[in-house]
């Protein structure tokens, strides 16, 4: 897989993960994750939480979620402000502090250029968001449909 920055992590999952809580998109909907971390297909969703002793001592983390609906999951230029898109994205930071949000909207635009079953190939311009640093081109394993 293609990592276009250090540490950003893009996966690709359908349907939409249960795990998230707050129903935001179509069951259908393509379901993009960006991270700081590594990511798994078996547990799409970074878990945010600090070390059982309180220590604090963990690395800076972000994850940043698109929720594409099925009807502009097809191949060209999505507008992220589009009714139907939602996000979710939070960080925890190394003090133990933190915080995050879900919304329906975004800004910025997400290309969608190739596609097939195991992977997609994205491009994310206009995002502009130094906390969740998505922009940029991206191979994205597909996690199971």
Not at 113 to 125: H, P
């Amino acid at each position: 897989m293609l990592r276009p920055r250090a540490g950003a992590d893009p996966r690709a999952c359908r349907p939409w993960p249960r795990s998230l809580g707050a129903k935001i998109a179509s069951p259908d909907a393509l379901v993009l994750f960006f991270s700081s971390a590594v990511q798994q297909c078996t547990q799409p969703v970074i878990p945010m939480e600090i070390d059982v002793d309180g220590t604090c001592d963990t690395e800076p983390v972000w994850q940043h979620i698109l929720m594409i609906p099925p009807e502009l999951n097809t191949p060209g230029l999505i507008d992220l402000s589009s009714p139907g898109i939602g996000f979710h994205q939070f960080m925890l930071m190394a003090n133990c502090g933190g915080g995050g949000g879900t919304g329906s909207r975004y800004w910025g635009t997400l290309e969608i250029v190739e596609s097939d079953e195991t992977s997609l190939f994205v491009k994310v311009r206009g995002t502009e968001n130094p906390s969740f640093p998505i922009d940029g081109d991206h191979t994205v394993q597909r996690c199971g449909s």
